[in-house]
T-cell receptor
Framework: NAGVTQTPKFQVLKTGQSMTLQCAQD?????MYWYRQDPGMGLRLIYY???????DKGEVPNGYNVSRLNKREFSLRLESAAPSQTSVYFC??????????FGDGTRLSIL | AQKITQTQPGMFVQEKEAVTLDCTYD???????LFWYKQPSSGEMIFLIY??????QNATEGRYSLNFQKARKSANLVISASQLGDSAMYFC??????????????FGTGTRLTIIP
């Protein structure tokens, strides 16, 4: 029972570098989400995908892009990393009217 | 728009005592779900319990129960017989229920619970 799998778990980048965070779920969920969590704060939604082939902006989309590759996979890309994007990133998935299930998070530091 | 308010930034509770974590919400939707998540120091988000707005009975999952008072718009988490392993951050969240597509989860700011031996 893998649930939601995120890779990598940790990453350090230099300002201006790019990278892609990967997320995959094996629960046949329609919807997938990317959040960021800054120290001492709750989760803020970056982007979400209600179903395969669709993506929508959340609360804090600037500086990010996403791709819903198929029903299982939803990736988050930082094109030009900035120190303000240092955070813990969570991927989640669910189906309609059911709880969201989260991955273990990616701890990203940008120097 | 939906809003979740958790007014207790931190709580200290003696081991084996029961603890109530407060959560109030604001929404104009008639159909919605309320959720509680636990985030231990290791960082993962663990789903604990949820309640649908039309559920007549309060949800229970082992030592966790959700005290749902719809008229007051509150959805407090009750943990019975607290254990040291309950020390964590707890988030209340809500989501509109729909017949199609999906809706976003709105989180509160969390309550840090510390269980004292």
């Amino acid at each position: 029972n893998a649930g939601v799998t995120q890779t990598p778990k940790f990453q350090v980048l230099k300002t201006g570098q790019s990278m892609t965070l990967q997320c995959a779920q094996d629960m046949n969920h329609n919807s997938m989400y990317w959040y960021r969590q800054d120290p001492g704060m709750g989760l803020r939604l970056i982007y979400y995908s209600a179903s395969e082939g669709t993506t929508d902006k959340g609360e804090v989309p600037n500086g990010y892009n996403v791709s819903r590759l198929n029903k299982r996979e939803f990736s988050l890309r930082l094109e030009s990393a900035a120190p303000s994007q240092t955070s813990v990133y969570f991927c989640a998935s669910d189906r309609s009217n059911q709880p969201q299930h989260f991955g273990d998070g990616t701890r990203l530091s940008i120097l | 728009a939906q809003k979740i308010t958790q007014t207790q930034p931190g709580m200290f509770v003696q081991e084996k005592e029961a603890v109530t974590l407060d959560c109030t919400y604001d929404t104009s939707d008639q159909s919605y779900g309320l959720f509680w998540y636990k985030q231990p120091s290791s960082g993962e988000m663990i789903f604990l319990i949820y309640q649908g707005s039309y559920d007549e009975q309060n949800a229970t999952e082992g030592r966790y129960s959700l005290n749902f008072q719809k008229a007051r718009k509150s959805a407090n988490l009750v943990i019975s017989a607290s254990q040291l392993g309950d020390s964590a951050m707890y988030f209340c969240a809500m989501k509109k229920w729909t017949n199609f597509g999906n809706e976003k989860l709105t989180f509160g700011t969390g309550t840090r619970l510390t269980i004292i031996p």
